[in-house]
Structures are given as structure tokens and as C-alpha cells.
């Protein structure tokens, strides 16, 4: 007997898809429930049109024999109600039934557990930001290892001194690190401590190292440093160290000093606290003063630090060693290294001086020289030369100069000196005068002078001659030539010596004349 197809629940939407029609084929017998129709598409087939579960009318409508096919859904929506109804032949199968068996769905594996949660760490620098008379403020960092189950708050817990009874102050968790117990009694003194939560569970607490008293501070400690206090002080050795550093803070605070972390020396530092200043006091500084001090001012659970970064320095040594590197024409090369003491501080230069080995004497050739290698030139030639360096820092000069343990020579070279060849000039001239020597006018008993200016080379001689007569050695008369300027001093002239003057210049290449009319008036003796 045909099976009957699955009924359609009404007002289930039906969604129209055209497929091709499968070739007839010939198909097993298959039980009702163990295959799906083949045409129905598993994401786009709405339950209503052939769920599994529906597939099989109740036991009362239908009985179905177990050599009948499952029923097929039907394709199309609009098809006729008697063509849904008609069934294959008995003992054929559909033409559009399943060619073979579904093959079995596969075994689904259980996902593996994620690992236990675990908790964090403790809350880091947990610290009183305030404290009044009824509140107190702290504030702390998020724990360095939060783990794989995250942070999910905190828990403040405070207890009075003395007691164990740790009560949790927030009601709910708390994600900022900052948070103010409230509602607390003045004279109290708490306990406090912050535990980290997670679905791990409470982390380990952080606790305050003292109990925190409840009430108000009227002044909190500040540290007031002075401003060269700042950066780097620097003082030599053998110096005074007097350092005034003021403070605030009511009541009155505590101050400690610590060097590097440890507790200060109190035999090479002496210090004096008011209650306004602290004096820090060194009578004669050292090398191992040398170091970070830092200051503490406390008043009750409030604090103040500043530090103070000493430096005590001194001249530095030497240069470890000093060598010759090469030597050519009147240069040497050389170098060195830096000291094993620095006296505390940077190398700022270095000095470097020559002796002649014949004198002895040093000289200074560079001066603040920041290198460690130099050429020192202008040597004198055959001279054999030393060198010595010094360092500097800020001290000054060292005491010592490491000296070069050889010598560097200046050596001879043979020099031949070549003339030029030129041509040399022609200047022989005849002798020429260049200024006329003019006319005169003279008086009686009164000393005169005649002038002119002659050139020519070779020097020409010169010769005075009176009315064309020479004048020779006479005394009345004096002759001067310089450069060729001559002259002719003619002393307390008379009426006789009056006449025509002629100079005459005379060389290989010719002569020249130059003359004047000298007047000798008497003198007048209208009264």
C-alpha cells in the first residue's frame, strides 16, 4: 500500500526552487526516517515542508509496511492536491528518490577544559595619599601578574591596632587604585590592606608597614631645596662642605639621611636638625664623600625626600704613557693615553710641551688639547727634541707629565740654492737737473743760500763755480750734496761776491749746468 506524503502545515511559507528532474533510476528500499528527500536543500527548505520528525503520520491514519519508501516532499507549492496524493506503483520506486544511503553523520569530540583560574598577585605601593579626622585616602598600583582569569576588582580591608578583625570597607569591588575609607573615628589607628579578586580568588593582601592615626595634620612635610641643591655640587678635596637646607612641617617632623641607600656616617658627616633647617656639614671634604644623600622628613605617615648628589674632586694623574709615532722634516707625530685618575671627573684637556736636548728648557706647544694624538711642528733643524704631557680637568693641571721615553732628532737636508736668472736693467743716465736754481738777492753780513737738485747715475760730481771761475776749498764757502740735493752756503756775503753762480754735474755720460745771478745789496740805514 503507497505511503502518503507528509502533510503541510497551514500558513507555512513554501519556497519555490526549479530542479531539474533526476533520470529514473532504480532505488533500495529504505526504512521511512533514515533518509531525507533528495531535493530538499538543507538551508533553504523551511521545517515546514518535510522535517524529519514529522515525516510520519500517527499509527491510526497510516499504518506504513516496512517495504514501503518514505514519502517525498512535495516540490512545488501550487501543485494540485491529487497530484500530491498519487504514488508509485507498488514494488517501484519514485522516480526522484535518494540514489543510496546517507552516510552517518561524525562523531563530535568534547572541547578541551580551559586551565584553572588563578589569582593575581599582590597590589604594588600601596600608600596614604591623606588622612583627616574621619577619612582616610590610599592608593596603590595593579599587581605585576594579573594571570589567565583577569582582575575583576579590589577589596579594601581595614582592622584597629591591636586587633585581627579585618573588616572589608568597599560593599562591592572596586576597579580604580585609588579609594577613601570614610566614616572613621578621630584617634583611631587602622591597619589597612588591598586585596586583588578574580574568579581565582583573593589574591595575596598588600598591607601598610604602619598603622595609619586618624586625624587631621595641620602642616604635611615639604622639603624646601635649594636650587643649586638641584643638579650635580661639585666641591674639591680639603674644602669646607656647609649645606642649609630648610624644611616645613607641623608637628614637628623627624629628618633622616641616608648615603646610597645606607645609614650616613656620622664621623665624616655632621648633622644638624631645627626645627626649621637641616645642616649638612663636612669639614674637609674627600673622594669618598662622593655619593647620592637623600634627606627624609616625616610627620606621622606623610613624607617628603629630596637628594643631594656630592661630588668631591681633585687634579687628575698623568697620562699612562706618552710615545713617539714618526718623525719627518721638522714634524713629530705623537701619542697617548688617558689616565688611570681622573680625580673623580671628566678629562677636559690635555698639555703638551717640547725641551731641546741642548737647553733643556720646556716650552708649551698646545694647551687645552682634547685629542690624544698630535703633530708638533716648526722644529728646528739638528736639534734633538723631548715631549711631555699633562692632563687637565676641571681641578686644573696635573702635578705629574709623563715624559716620552725616546727622542726624535731633526734631521739635516742638503740644500742647493739656485739663483734666478734674469736680466738686470740699465740705469746708467746722464746727469740732469730737475730744479732750476733761481735768481738771488742777498745783504750784506747776512749768510745765503743757493739751491738745486740733480740725478744721474753713476753719482755725478759736483763743481761750484763763481763768474766761471771754480770755487775750491774755500773756506767762505760750503758745499753740501745729499741725495742730490746740493747746496751752496755762501757766509756773510760782501759786495764782492756777487756775480753768476754755476753748479756743475759731471759723470761718464755727460755733464750738466744749472746757474743764478747772485745781488749783494748793503744794508739800509734810514732811521
Known amino acids: 500500500m503507497p505511503a502518503k506524503p507528509a502533510p503541510v502545515k497551514k500558513g507555512a511559507k513554501v519556497v519555490k526552487k526549479e530542479v531539474p528532474p533526476p533520470k529514473p533510476e532504480p532505488a533500495p528500499e529504505a526504512p521511512p526516517a533514515e533518509a531525507p528527500p533528495a531535493e530538499a536543500p538543507p538551508a533553504e527548505a523551511p ?14 491514519e497510516a499504518p506504513v509496511a516496512a517495504e514501503q519508501v518514505p514519502a517525498e516532499a512535495p ?38 577544559p580551559p586551565p584553572p583560574a588563578e589569582p593575581t598577585s599582590e597590589p604594588l605601593e600601596l600608600i596614604v595619599e591623606d588622612v583627616n579626622d574621619v577619612s582616610v ?84 612635610p615639604k622639603i624646601r631645596l635649594p636650587r643649586f641643591l638641584r643638579q650635580r655640587y661639585v666641591m674639591k678635596v680639603g674644602e669646607k662642605v656647609n649645606l642649609v637646607i630648610p624644611f616645613t612641617g607641623k608637628p614637628q617632623p623627624v629628618v633622616t639621611w641616608t648615603k646610597d ?21 663636612i669639614r674637609a671634604a674627600e673622594r669618598a664623600d662622593s655619593g647620592v644623600y637623600e634627606m627624609c622628613v616625616k610627620v606621622e605617615s606623610f613624607e617628603d625626600k629630596s637628594q643631594l648628589t656630592l661630588q668631591i674632586i681633585e687634579l687628575p694623574g698623568p697620562p699612562a704613557s706618552v710615545k713617539i709615532v714618526d718623525s719627518w722634516g721638522f714634524n713629530v707625530a705623537l701619542e697617548w693615553t688617558e689616565p688611570k685618575d681622573n680625580g673623580n671627573t671628566t678629562i677636559t684637556g690635555y698639555t703638551v710641551q717640547k725641551a731641546d736636548k741642548k737647553t733643556g728648557d720646556w716650552f708649551t706647544v698646545l694647551e687645552h688639547y682634547h685629542r ?4 708638533v711642528s716648526d722644529l728646528i733643524m739638528g736639534n734633538t727634541y723631548a715631549f711631555r704631557v699633562f692632563t687637565e680637568n676641571k681641578c686644573g693641571i696635573s702635578n705629574d707629565a709623563t715624559v716620552t721615553k725616546t727622542t726624535a732628532t ?55 763755480m763763481k763768474n766761471q771761475m771754480i770755487i775750491g776749498d774755500d773756506p767762505k764757502y760750503r758745499q753740501i750734496n745729499n741725495q742730490g740735493i746740493c747746496s751752496l752756503e755762501i757766509r756773510k756775503p760782501s759786495n764782492f761776491d756777487g756775480g753768476v753762480y754755476v753748479c756743475k754735474a759731471i759723470n761718464e755720460h755727460g755733464e750738466a749746468l744749472v746757474s743764478c745771478k747772485l745781488e749783494v745789496k748793503r744794508k739800509s740805514n734810514n732811521l
Open 261 to 281: 641607600g645606607q645609614p650616613i656616617d656620622t664621623k665624616r658627616v655632621n648633622i644638624r636638625n631645627s626645627d626649621r633647617d637641616s645642616i649638612f656639614f
Open 410 to 464: 731633526i734631521q739635516k737636508t742638503s740644500i742647493e740654492y739656485k739663483p734666478p736668472d734674469y736680466k738686470e736693467r740699465d740705469i746708467s743716465e746722464a746727469p740732469k737737473f730737475t730744479t732750476p736754481m733761481p735768481d738771488r738777492c742777498a745783504t750784506v753780513g747776512y749768510s745765503t743760500k743757493l739751491l738745486c737738485s740733480v740725478r744721474g747715475f753713476p753719482k755725478p760730481k759736483i763743481q761750484w
Open 137 to 220: 585616602t590610599i592608593q596603590w598600583r595593579p599587581p605585576a601578574t594579573i594571570g589567565n582569569a583577569g582582575l575583576d576588582g579590589y577589596i579594601v580591608e581595614c582592622c584597629k591596632e591591636g586587633t585581627g578583625d579585618w573588616k572589608a570597607v568597599n560593599e562591592q569591588l572596586t576597579i580604580s587604585c585609588r579609594y577613601v575609607i570614610k566614616n572613621q573615628t578621630t584617634g583611631d589607628r587602622l591597619n589597612i590592606r588591598v586585596v586583588a579578586m578574580n574568579s581565582g580568588g583573593r589574591s595575596p593582601p598588600a598591607t601598610l608597614a604602619d598603622a595609619v592615626l586618624v586625624r587631621e595634620v595641620v602642616d604635611r
Open 47 to 60: 521545517p515546514a515542508e518535510a522535517p524529519p520528525a514529522e515525516a510520519p503520520p500517527p499509527a491510526a
Open 372 to 375: 690624544l694624538n698630535a703633530t
Open 75 to 112: 516540490k512545488d507549492a501550487d501543485a494540485a492536491p491529487g497530484q500530491e496524493d498519487a504514488a508509485p506503483a507498488e514494488g517501484k520506486a519514485p522516480a526522484d528518490a535518494p540514489a543510496a544511503e546517507a552516510p552517518p553523520a561524525e562523531e563530535i569530540k568534547a572541547p578541551t
